[in-house]
C-alpha cells in the first residue's frame, strides 16, 4: 500500500512539472520608444547681404548741377573732367563716415600732386545741418572739396541706394571706374589708393 501510494504521488509530481514546463511565460514587451523627430531648428542664416547697384555713369544732370561748397564757392564735376573723380558722400551723423575720412585723408594727401580731384558731399540741408556740419569738420580733418549736395544730385549719385559712406571714382574720360556703398576698416583706404593708381594708369 505504501509503495502505490509513492507511486501515485510520483506521478503527480511528474504531472505537475510537465504542466509548468508547458506553460509559456509571459514576455515583456519593451515600452514604446518616441519617434526621433528630425531636427527642426533651423541653422544660423548668414545675414542678408543688400545687393548694390553700382552707377554705371554719371548723368549730365549731375555733371552740369551747381554745387554750393562749403567755402561758399559753388563748382560742378563737369568742371574737372579730363582729371581722376573721387567722390566721397558723407554725413555729420554718420558714425562710419568719421572713421572712413582719416583713411581717405591720408590717401588724398599721397596723391597731393597727382592729376585727382577729391570731392566730399552731404545729403544735409545747409540751413538745419550747418551748426552740425561745422562741428564734426572741427573735430575731423577733411582736406576734401566739400559741398552741400542738392537732393536731385545726391540721388542720382547714390543711385537709389539710402546708405553711407558711399564712394565713387571716375577716370578722365568721365567713366565711372567703381562705386561702391559701406566701410571697411583698414581696407577702404587701400581699396581707393588701388583704384586711382588704375585711372591714373588708364589716362590718356
Given at each position: 500500500?505504501?509503495?502505490i ?28 520608444t518616441?519617434?526621433?523627430?528630425p531636427d ?46 573721387v ?34 558731399l552731404?545729403?544735409e540741408?545747409p540751413?538745419?545741418a ?21 537732393p ?6 547714390m ?30 583706404g ?15
Open positions: 500500500m505504501k509503495v501510494f509513492l507511486l501515485v504521488l510520483a506521478v503527480a509530481c511528474a504531472l505537475t512539472v510537465a504542466s509548468q514546463s508547458g506553460r509559456r511565460n509571459p514576455i515583456s514587451k519593451p515600452a514604446p518616441a519617434p526621433i523627430q527642426l531648428t533651423p541653422e544660423p542664416e548668414e545675414p542678408e547681404r543688400v545687393p548694390v547697384s553700382e552707377l554705371l555713369f554719371v548723368p549730365e544732370v549731375v555733371l552740369d548741377a551747381e554745387i554750393k561748397g562749403m567755402d561758399n564757392t559753388t563748382f560742378r564735376l563737369a568742371d574737372f573732367h579730363g582729371k581722376v573723380q567722390i566721397n558722400i558723407w554725413a555729420s551723423w554718420c558714425g562710419p563716415c568719421r572713421r572712413e575720412v582719416p583713411e581717405y585723408e591720408r590717401v588724398r594727401k599721397a596723391y597731393a600732386d597727382k592729376d585727382v580731384v577729391f570731392i566730399a552731404t545729403p540741408n540751413e538745419r550747418a551748426e552740425q556740419v561745422n562741428k564734426f569738420l572741427s573735430e575731423v580733418s577733411f582736406g576734401f572739396r566739400l559741398g552741400w549736395a542738392s536731385e544730385v545726391i540721388e542720382r549719385l543711385n537709389v541706394k539710402a546708405a553711407i559712406p558711399q564712394t565713387i571714382v571716375i577716370d578722365a574720360t568721365g567713366r565711372v571706374l567703381k562705386h561702391w556703398i559701406g566701410y571697411s576698416p583698414r581696407q577702404s587701400k581699396r581707393l589708393s588701388d583704384l586711382i593708381d588704375l585711372a591714373l594708369k588708364e589716362k590718356p
